[in-house]
């Protein structure tokens, strides 16, 4: 087995405030052989929420999962369950898809959020939910202009009308700092993503499916008409497999992903609590989730008990020297934005691997020439909605329904130059956005 970054990309959570928010998940070792008719490898929002799906059409199923539950980027993310997915411009989108794809992308996007809102609503999960959709804060008078030229546009993309906001209307809601404007859209939520993905492991296994932890899959083989699965404790065989391991996949687990995805770092501080007379000196009392126009954006909430969360994008080494840089690199944004707070404790940090995909959309689908094994990778940072969604979808392909999404999205993403190389491919890439940023 091989992945692209160092072995400390992949290793322990480190100082992350969701694993203190949660009591452990405690689902056991897959020890001897098991037969069912799907396997689930990865157990995050995507493998949780299509074995959910499978298991409640009296599917039998097992879920893989290499290490604890909520190890990876369902367990590190900011919890932003928010419009998102595709890094494809319209123009791109209905350019290679045909006219009206980016009408049909948004609506995909939406049905992504309810998706997971409806998920929640209807077994009452606590998951400390807040924020009113989402506010884009614009870092340049530029972008302003941008966001009210585009207005109209997205109102017409999404069937809502965005609400403009000026620098006044943001100080007035408590969303002050250095911004020239911004907009607001109403769908979406902030959500603990590590309650979300307790919830979704215990309704999944009250419903039958069968969760392994520490079992990583280390093989795999089409044997007659069924998959047949190695780990380090047993087998699974199955006739279907879902591939729900995004940017922590492995490079030959099967070879056909080789240089399919593109891993990225992003990186999370949270703050202590701040009180009320900190959050007025910042200016910035709201509980909205928000993010900046920066191509190498900054997101941030302030959270129920008053926390900041902020994070940033960034980081193409997961070595010891690359990993202190990016740590001074997010102190000194946080502080950039928020002057006020400069000298607020920070409590919690901690990074995580977003997953682009070349043709920058998402691929759910059946893996060309293997049978029986399907995919659903490449959220380009909106794993929350995105992912959740796609694990859905990748079900309802299993069951042989039809999924209600693109059908384009089930076209294969063709690999990334340079292979073993390609995180070189962002340098360039990053330099660039930061000139743009400026």
Known sequence: ?????????????????????????????????????????????????????????????????????????????????????????????????????????????????????????????????????????????????????????????????????????????????????????PFGFALNPRKYHAALANEATATGARLFAHSPVTGMERVGNHWRLTTNGGTVTAQNVILATNGYSHETLPPWLRARTLPLQSNVIVTR??????????????????????????????????????????????TPGAEARLSRRIRADFARIFPAWTDVEITHEWSGLVCLMRNLVPFVGPVPDHPGLFAALGFHGNGVAMGSYAGRLAADQVLGDRPDAPNWLATPPPRFPLGRRRRLLMAPAYLMAEAFDL
């Open 273 to 318: 609590p701040l009180n009320a007379a900190e959050q007025q000196a910042a200016g910035w009392w709201s509980d909205q989730m928000s993010y900046d126009t920066r191509l190498l954006l900054h997101y941030f909430r302030k959270m129920p008990d008053g926390r900041l969360l902020f994070g940033m994008r960034g980081g193409l080494r997961a």
């Open 1 to 185: 087995m091989s992945r692209l970054y160092e072995p400390a990309a992949y290793g322990p959570q480190g100082a992350c405030f969701w694993a203190d928010s949660v009591t452990p998940d405690d689902w056991p070792r897959l020890d001897g052989d098991l037969t069912v008719d799907v396997a689930v490898i990865g157990g995050g929002f995507t493998g949780l929420n299509a074995a959910l799906h499978l298991a409640g059409r009296g599917t039998s199923l097992a879920v893989l999962e290499a290490e604890h539950p909520g190890w990876g980027a369902s367990g590190r993310n900011g919890g932003f369950c928010c419009l998102g997915g595709s890094k494809a411009p319209a123009a791109l989108l209905n350019r290679r898809f045909g006219q009206g794809a980016a009408q049909d992308w948004a609506a995909t996007e939406k049905a992504a959020v309810s998706h997971v809102e409806a998920l929640i609503d209807r077994h009452g999960w606590q998951v400390d939910r807040h924020s009113q959709g989402e506010t884009l804060l614009a870092h340049k008078p530029r972008a302003y202009r941008a966001l009210c030229a585009e207005a109209e546009e997205t109102a017409a993309t999404y069937g809502v009308s965005p609400e403009v906001h000026t620098t006044d209307d943001l100080a007035a809601r408590g969303l002050g700092g250095p911004w020239h404007g911004g907009m607001t859209m």
